[in-house]
């Protein structure tokens, strides 16, 4: 299920602190975070689940944002979310 491949991955990135660190990078001034290199990452570790898949269990997640989840939002990540991409 995608719900949990997105939420796995999380907890991964709570996890480990080189993982995060990766996603970090995936963050940019003026697009925010490249969910598509996340998705891509997480393959990587065991995870599967698109770019649109993230951005669908964000939408609907009813739980609280993690530290680190929250300064992606502050670096603008969700914040270039469209709604037409949800």
Known sequence: ???DAVNGFRKLID????I???VRGFVTADE????D???????QHGFSFSEHEVMEVFANDND???DFEL?????GSVTEMKASDV
């Open 1 to 3: 299920m995608t719900t």
């Open 15 to 18: 996890s480990n602190p080189e």
């Open 71 to 75: 300064e992606m939002v502050a670096a």
């Open 37 to 43: 290199r996340v998705a891509k990452l997480a393959e």
């Open 32 to 35: 925010g975070l490249d969910l």
């Open 64 to 66: 609280e944002l993690s």
């Open 20 to 22: 995060e660190a990766k």
